[in-house]
């Protein structure tokens, strides 16, 4: 039983993330010629023709997203096409920063959500507490995507505990009801 469970999360995990390299691979492609964004402006059409040989851009576009599956099952990110130098040390070179923004953004939302909830639960079924509603359904009901979120998912949980604790208020989804 939980062996098939694990196996279909599996094979949904391995999908969604094929799924997700193909939608990168060509949105990326979206943008127009290469050579255009990352050369000078006044560059001429030689110097445009073997950066695309270069990187591989002259290849008819199936060809290049094998290419990319490949390097990516190697585990091969190529290089940095503005900063010239392996994409995995620029990536790695920004992780610090990113996991400290990321940090203080989820303390202050916790923070937020912590002080919003409470005023909330102070006042049930004042208007601050169904604009703090509206604005926490508002969050769970929107897709996952980073900070934002992050923030409005403390806001629902930050008002559900409070609303637990004062119990002033019946809460939504797991939440038991006080006895």
Known sequence: MMLGYIGRRAYHSVISVIGLLTLVFFLTRLTGDPSALYLPL??????RQAFARLNGLDQPIYVQFFQYLQNLMSLD????LRQNRSAIEVALEAFPATLKLALVAMSLATVLAIVVGALAAARPGSLFDRIAGLVSLAGASTPISGSR???FSSLRSGSACCRRRVRALPCTGSCRSPS
């Open 42 to 47: 006044d560059s001429s059409l030689e110097a």
């Open 77 to 80: 990110f190529g290089q940095s």
């Open 149 to 151: 979120s992050s923030a």
